[in-house]
């Protein structure tokens, strides 16, 4: 089993932030830090590149990525600069490029986006899925069981009701996750993750961040690169944190 330490930065991977000046609700940052910090453990260097602007962007470089959630005013500004290079991030997506988008991240890669005032909002249309805004609020911290992942947590706070026939991260145990009556949370295609979990996500679900990691290796240097890059960590207090999480909501 590694110890989780320092090393010196001999394997590389390119993740990009989009916007981590406008889309940073709820701690959303608080996901690169754990990608960054369960790589450096294992030896691998995470170079985040931050993406402010789109203007003669391209994506090449890119191993994984990352989109947080924001106001529906910065999230419409956040997908007009995303529309500039929407057929290289299709295109990166459908290679199998691993990615995680949260809340308005995840709403705008669909077709339409109807705000609550009925007005339709432009959006990526890389999948197929849309939107509706509606009252109350879905708020509150969320339990999902879920095949690939185990038992995850997080927290929700969005009006968006998310519709879509793609496979989802998992049936929610508590709360509400994708709308209110599916009683399914998230969305999975290829190696791309969708979800309306705040909190940050990643930190106390360490499966998952695993999961973007080796993907993200797998795709830039093969599978056999990934087994001996991805060492097992010592996940004690994660799972502590999660079972505490679980435990609480469950019983309260």
């Known amino acids: 089993m590694q110890r989780k330490g320092s090393f010196l930065p001999v394997k590389t991977l390119t993740l990009y932030h989009f916007f981590p000046d406008k889309l940073n609700l709820y701690g959303d940052r608080g996901n690169i830090t754990s990608l960054a910090k369960r790589c450096e453990w294992r030896g691998i260097h995470l170079d985040i590149q931050e993406i402010r602007t789109t203007e003669s962007l391209t994506l090449e470089g890119m191993d994984l990525f990352f989109i947080g959630g924001g106001s529906d005013r ?141 993907k993200a290796i797998e795709n830039r240097y093969g599978t056999e690169t990934a087994s001996s890059w991805m060492t097992q960590l010592d996940d004690y207090l994660e799972d502590l944190a999660r079972k505490q999480v679980w435990q609480t909501v469950q019983n309260g």
């Open 74 to 214: 910065e999230q419409s500004m956040a997908t007009g600069e995303l529309l500039k290079i929407k057929s290289q991030l299709k295109d990166k997506i459908d290679s199998g490029v691993p990615g995680l988008t949260i809340c308005g991240g995840y709403q705008f890669l669909g077709n339409r986006y109807i705000d609550s005032n009925g007005k339709q909002l432009h959006c990526l249309g890389i999948l197929d899925f849309y939107t509706v805004a509606k009252q109350p609020r879905l708020t509150g911290n969320v339990l999902i069981r879920s095949e690939l992942f185990g038992e995850i947590v997080g927290f929700e706070n969005h009006a968006g009701r998310t519709y879509h026939s793609y496979p989802t991260l998992g049936k929610v145990q508590k709360g509400n996750g994708n709308n209110d009556d599916s009683g399914q949370e998230g969305l999975l295609y290829k190696n791309l993750i969708g979800t309306y979990l705040h909190g940050p996500i990643l930190p106390k679900n360490p499966a998952i961040a695993d999961y973007l990691i080796i």
